[in-house]
């Protein structure tokens, strides 16, 4: 299926034979240490810099009615967040993955968008807008 918004996203999660739960990870843009004076001119400018995780959470398909539910959520934690990657873990037959079941492989995540591999995973920028990456 094309994932070309984050209702698309959420109706596939919920279309999967087995019971899904969301991973979702928000990240910020930082400007490294040595960076030279283009790149600090850019990124004041709002492009570039690294990607940094700032925050994660991991929720049902059915604990979210839009994607505004979601940012409405994330903001109540201060941080602004320039991308949020988004990423699915299938349950069994009877049962999601729970929370706790999420945990290691929402750390996985994280990691993985620290060392800069992003392609497992959906981004989507503060409108809920899929962003094509590279």
Request: glycine share 6%; proline share 8%; charged share 20%.
């Amino acid at each position: 299926m094309d994932i070309s918004s984050f209702d698309d996203l959420l109706q596939a999660a919920r279309a999967q034979p087995l019971p899904q739960r969301l991973l979702f990870v928000f990240a910020g843009a930082e400007l490294p240490e040595d960076a030279t004076p283009t790149q600090r001119q850019r990124f004041e400018a709002g492009q570039g810099g690294a990607l940094v995780p700032l925050m994660c959470v991991d929720k049902c398909p059915d604990e979210l009615a839009s994607f505004d539910m979601l940012a409405q959520e994330a903001s109540q934690f201060g941080h602004d967040w320039q991308l949020v990657f988004a990423a699915a873990l299938s349950g069994n037959l009877s049962r999601a993955p729970s929370s706790e079941e999420a945990e290691a492989p929402l750390q996985r995540m994280v990691e993985a968008i620290k060392r800069g591999e992003m392609a497992a995973y959906i981004p989507f920028d503060p409108q809920g807008h899929p962003v094509q990456m590279g």
